[in-house]
């Protein structure tokens, strides 16, 4: 049987790191692709059936480069998850356009470049797209107008790729992580605001990275088969609750 090959992109830490262990783990191969060289190194050293690639979502000829690298080394692509993304936050009247621009470039602009990019390898392996947006796609947030836009232009993008791949066989779906216990989320959120995320969360807790790797990958697997243009919120039913009061669900 020939060995499944995935791309993931950011995948030098949090969800993309994890994906990639998860994956290894029932046999695939992975690209790891990341724009930090020197935390891409730490990540992919050990891991065997890994390969890194050192280049930059956003920037086009970038893409150019990497795909054909990545087919050189591994022949074929079966599933690409696109995970690459950057968290710029900021009220409305102080995010200006180059902040907004490098949201976007990554979170959206990044999505499409290697999705177009993959297409070719995909249409040979009838293979899957999953791309990772958010909960701030899905319900707006204070000092999010660039972040959540570009999560919820994401959520658009996947709905267009499966209407118009699907007669290829190419799926793609789209995962939208809520509150997850990063290195870096449990950096910047201070108690009070992890104590109002656990009351607002149905399961009362932040999901695990590892969590939303195991919604990732089913949706890359043969299990997921039958399955496009879905918008799976990982969040243990933050979205779901609408305002979401804690005393009203008392």
């Not at 793609?172 to 809520?178: A, E, K």
């Not at 009070?192 to 990732?216: F, M």
């Amino acid at each position: 049987m020939t060995q499944k090959t995935a791309l993931i992109t950011g995948a030098a830490r949090g969800i993309g790191l994890a994906t990639t262990k998860l994956m290894l783990d029932r046999g695939w191969q992975v690209a790891m692709l990341d724009r930090d060289a020197e935390e891409l190194a730490r990540a992919s050293d050990g891991l065997e059936g890994a390969a890194p690639f050192v280049f930059d979502v956003s920037i086009p000829s970038d893409v150019d480069k990497a795909i054909p690298a990545i087919l050189e080394r591994f022949g074929r692509l079966d599933a690409v998850v696109n995970n690459a993304g950057v968290a710029e936050f900021g009220p409305i009247e102080q995010t200006d356009f180059a902040m907004w621009r490098r949201v976007m470039d990554t979170n959206l602009d990044g999505v499409f470049l290697v999705s177009q990019a993959t297409l070719p390898a995909l249409k040979e392996t009838r293979g899957a797209i999953v791309n990772i947006a958010s909960i701030s796609g899905l319900r707006a947030s204070t000092l999010r107008v660039a972040y959540g836009t570009s999560k919820a232009a994401v959520i658009q993008l996947t709905k267009q790729q499966a209407a118009e791949l699907g007669e290829y066989g190419i799926r793609s779906n789209c995962v939208c992580p809520g509150p997850v216990r990063t290195k870096l989320a449990m950096a910047v959120h201070s108690q009070e605001i992890i104590d109002a995320y656990h009351d607002a969360i149905p399961l009362n807790r932040y999901g695990s990275e590892l969590e939303i790797a195991e919604v990732i990958a089913f949706l890359c697997s043969e299990q997921a088969s039958y399955v496009t243009g879905q918008v799976i919120a990982s969040d243990g039913g933050f979205e779901s609750t609408g305002v979401g009061l804690p005393a009203l669900r008392k």
